[in-house]
């Protein structure tokens, strides 16, 4: 059974650093894009990132470029977002999901709140 | 950035009534349209791929159709777990986006 399970999110003050991560299981990690999304009441989906299988390709959103980086280690079958210079924007539920074109999984997502 | 728009925003239906969804893209997305599934509290979940390709273990009920700009998800006969919400996203172009989802109600 495949499961992307995130965790790491918090309440973070604006201009912290947060790192996100997503532990996969079922399925040959190495072998699969990923992404990440994340899911505000107000602006809906928005995706955030993915990365392909070896990590050698990434790809970011604009709003989220420079700041966030995605990245994954095989190893552990897991997969990160290092979240730096938060804002108050930023906060929303992040979601890992498998694949990085219409992913066939996904985590139920990881609260992340940016606020002093 | 390619705007996806659904509507209508909230569709309340009677179990086993048919239900439509629809999903507009601001430019065309040829086929590269995928529908999600999301249950409260639940994890969303791939129903179909290419505009019209059913996922795996996804019942025949679901069927999606359209190109270019405009899509159709349409469930036959509305199950009991069918209520939910339902997003569309394109993969077309980069940054891959979704729509504001529409929300199936009980009637």
């Known amino acids: 059974e495949v499961q992307l399970v995130e965790s790491g999110g918090g309440l973070v003050q604006p201009g912290g650093s947060l790192r996100l991560s997503c532990a996969a299981s079922?399925?040959?990690?190495?072998?699969?894009?990923m992404s990440w999304v994340r899911h505000t009441p107000g602006k809906g989906l928005e995706w955030l990132a993915y990365?392909?299988?070896?990590?050698?390709?990434?790809y970011y959103v604009d709003s989220v470029k420079g700041r966030f980086t995605i990245s994954r280690d095989n190893a552990k079958n897991s997969l990160y977002l290092q979240m730096n210079s938060l804002r108050a924007e930023d906060t929303a539920v992040y979601i890992c999901?498998?694949?990085?074109?219409?992913?066939?999984?996904w985590g139920q997502g990881t609260l992340v709140t940016v606020s002093s | 950035e390619i705007v996806m728009t659904q509507s209508p925003a909230t569709l309340s239906v009677s179990p086993g009534e048919r239900a439509t969804l629809s999903c507009r893209a601001s430019q065309s997305v040829s086929s590269s349209l995928a529908w999600y599934q999301q249950r409260p509290g639940q994890a969303l979940r791939l129903l179909i791929s290419?505009?019209?390709t059913r996922a795996t273990g996804i019942p025949a009920r679901f069927s999606g159709s359209g190109s270019g700009t405009e899509f159709t998800l349409t469930i036959s006969s509305l199950q009991s777990e069918d209520f939910a919400v339902y997003y569309c996203?394109?993969?077309?172009?980069?940054?891959?986006?979704f729509g504001q989802g529409t929300k199936v109600e009980i009637k």
């Open positions: 990365i392909k299988q070896d990590g050698s390709e990434t």
């Open positions: 079922g399925f040959i990690f190495s072998s699969s894009w």
């Open positions: 996203q394109q993969y077309n172009n980069w940054p891959r986006t």
């Open positions: 290419a505009a019209s």
């Open positions: 999901g498998k694949g990085g074109w219409y992913p066939d999984y």
